[in-house]
């Protein structure tokens, strides 16, 4: 039964509503009395306003220049075996004696070296880190990329197997 009364009420004013905006659209619009028409004032030109300063930004200067994120000598060694493994060794084969293809294979790869090397680098400035990054990484990674080296050497001429050489460095 109140689910009867609340459909009864929606109802009428539904039909409330309807009836309004019927009537509102049957009566002319009503305009305003015209105003006699009086001459435009002249306003004086706006005055420009002077510029304003901007507040001097000062920041806070920091006592300590901001860290670089601390390299792992774990993830410097898992990128470069990424890298050696997956696609320097990869590229070689595919590439076999074919400079050119060798080259287009290696532009691909020549920002993700330099990467690998960028993390090298400071993984070198720590002693230990460097001992355990040599043992660990790269006695390895240098045996499989005998072939690798051998076909870099051979294509040195190539522009883009340059390019990867001297990322390299």
């Known amino acids: 039964m109140k689910i009867f009364y609340a459909l009864l009420i929606a109802a009428l004013f ?16 009503k305009e305003p009395a015209a105003k006699p028409a009086e001459p ?14 901007e507040p001097a930004k000062t920041e806070p200067t920091p006592t300590e220049p901001p860290k670089a994120p601390e390299v792992t000598v774990a993830d410097a060694g898992a990128k470069a075996n990424a890298l050696t493994d997956d696609k320097l060794v990869a590229a070689a084969k595919d590439a076999k004696d074919d400079c050119a293809k060798l080259g287009t294979a ?17 993984i070198e400035k720590d002693a230990a880190k460097k001992k355990e990054y040599e043992e660990k990484f790269e006695k390895p990674a240098q045996a499989k990329l005998k072939d690798v080296m051998k076909k870099l050497d051979k294509c040195k001429a190539n522009a883009d197997v340059k390019a990867f050489n001297e990322a390299m460095k």
């Not at 539904?14 to 619009?29: N, V, Y």
């Open 40 to 53: 435009p004032k002249a306003e004086p030109p706006p005055t420009p306003e002077p510029p304003k300063a």
């Open 106 to 122: 290696l532009k691909g790869l020549t920002e993700e070296m330099k990467t690998a090397m960028a993390a090298e680098k400071e």
């Open 14 to 29: 539904t039909t409330a509503a309807c009836k309004k905006k019927d009537e509102a659209a049957k009566e002319p619009a």
